[in-house]
């Protein structure tokens, strides 16, 4: 007896409740003077707001260790609660749900010897998620993208689909569009 395949699932909506933890977006330790801030929005093909997206970060530590220290996820003893952070340790990893305007931030520290804070996205309706780079222009204009494959690849107008925007000094914008015109180059693993 066969039976027809099963049709698959989307990423969500669960993990809007699942995912995010206290002080997710915040990877940076607190009071630590080189934090940034790399913000942006979740857009939709149309160019509307994603209100329930999920955008994870991951990058070395500013001394270009990879290792990171765990932290994220602690435990209260007594309950088992997710706490989140100690809020001291540098662990290279967040988790930023958007909000009703679809809008995410991090704040973390520049990553060391890369040019690039990595990303996923979780959104409605994708039946996995999405990896990305953050390319940061600083690190970009300290020459630490010479021979970047990634960047090399690509034509003028998708490049900068991954290099964020300098708001001010410890800002950068990055906005995530999921499809349509100005698409944000995504990343495939097999």
Do not use: K
Request: glycine residues 14%.
């Amino acid at each position: 007896m066969s039976h027809a395949p099963t049709p698959s699932q989307t990423v969500g909506p669960f993990y809007g409740y699942a995912l995010p933890f206290p002080g997710g977006a915040e990877v940076a330790p607190a009071g630590h003077p080189g934090t940034v801030t790399v913000h942006g929005h979740v857009l939709d093909g149309r160019g509307e707001p994603v209100p329930d997206a999920i955008v994870e970060t991951w990058q070395p530590a500013p001394d270009g260790s990879r290792t990171g220290l765990p932290g994220s996820m602690r435990h209260d003893p007594a309950t088992g609660r997710v706490i989140g952070r100690n809020g001291v340790d540098f662990t290279g990893f967040g988790r930023a749900p958007t909000d009703a305007d679809g809008r995410w931030a991090v704040r973390t520290l520049p990553p060391g010897g890369v040019p690039y804070i990595c990303a996923a996205v979780f959104a409605r309706g994708l039946v996995q998620h999405l990896y990305t780079r953050v390319y940061l222009p600083d690190l970009l204009d300290a020459g630490t993208d010479a021979g970047d494959p990634l960047l090399e690849s690509l034509d003028a107008g998708r490049r900068a689909t991954l290099i964020a925007t300098r708001t001010d000094p410890r800002t950068y914008r990055f906005d995530i569009r999921l499809q349509g015109d100005g698409e944000t180059v995504f990343l495939e693993f097999s």
